[in-house]
């Protein structure tokens, strides 16, 4: 079945720029069915919806990030990327990739997270 | 924007008990756009509910869903100790294309 797994660098400082990437395995990326998305969630709070790509690169990004935000794509490793820059603490959270079916237009799939912690 | 309101914030209840959980748009919505998710601590969320009603691929028909316009329901029949977790809604639209409401707990009586 299929699966996504978040890879990061866990901790970083103030101002940098935040690179992570879901690596999709047991199935295609390059699917015509899915959209591929980031979501994060602080620390015991809710989950924030940041952006997602298909498989052609186009693109659509929550207003609240999205001059800080690029999603891309790359069909041959099967994977998708997050940057992020100029991350501040409130940054702090669990990114978690998750695939949209078109048409269920809900998450069916979800990565395990992976935790990013800003901090000087 | 459409803004999800969940309630209530906690609910306390025992196993075998009977859980309803609300969730209010801003403004109607299609139900075909809502869908409900369970996150249990330290785990991602999982899909319930698709579509206001369809159960996901593996979900037990103890979890059903219900609604239109703006007031939607999950209902779980009977609680079993597995379900006791965070419940959260979820809305396509536009911009930004999907939101979360902010969640109900079900923790054990």
């Known amino acids: 079945q299929v699966q996504l797994q978040e890879s990061g660098p866990g901790l970083m400082k103030p101002s940098e720029t935040l690179s992570l990437t879901c690596t999709v395995s047991?199935?295609?990326?390059?699917?015509?069915?899915?959209?591929w998305n980031w979501i994060r969630q602080p620390a015991g709070k809710g989950l924030e919806w940041i952006g997602h790509?298909?498989?052609?690169?186009?693109?659509n990004y929550n207003p609240s990030l999205k001059s800080r935000v690029t999603i891309s794509i790359d069909t041959s490793k099967n994977q998708l990327s997050l940057k992020m820059t100029s991350v501040t603490a409130p940054d702090t959270a669990v990114y978690y990739c998750?695939?949209?079916?078109?048409?269920?237009?809900?998450?069916?799939?979800w990565g395990q997270g992976t935790m990013v912690t800003v901090s000087s | 924007e459409i803004v999800l309101t969940q309630s209530p914030g906690t609910l306390s209840l025992s196993p075998g008990e009977r859980a309803t959980l609300s969730c209010r748009a801003s403004?109607?919505?299609?139900?075909?756009?809502l869908a409900w998710y369970q996150q249990k601590p330290g785990q991602a969320p999982g899909l319930l509910i698709y579509?206001?009603?369809s159960r996901a691929t593996g979900i037990p028909d103890r979890f059903s869903g219900s609604g239109s316009g703006t007031d939607f329901t999950l209902t779980i029949s009977r609680l079993e100790p597995e379900d006791f977790a965070v419940y959260y809604c979820?809305?396509?639209?536009?911009?930004?294309?999907?939101?979360f409401g902010p969640g109900t707990k079900v923790d054990i009586k």
């Open positions: 579509g206001a009603s």
């Open positions: 403004q109607s919505v299609s139900s075909s756009f």
């Open positions: 047991g199935g295609s990326i390059s699917s015509e069915s899915y959209y």
């Open positions: 998750a695939r949209v079916l078109w048409g269920w237009y809900a998450f069916d799939i």
């Open positions: 790509i298909y498989h052609s690169g186009s693109t």
């Open positions: 979820q809305h396509y639209g536009s911009s930004p294309i999907f939101t």
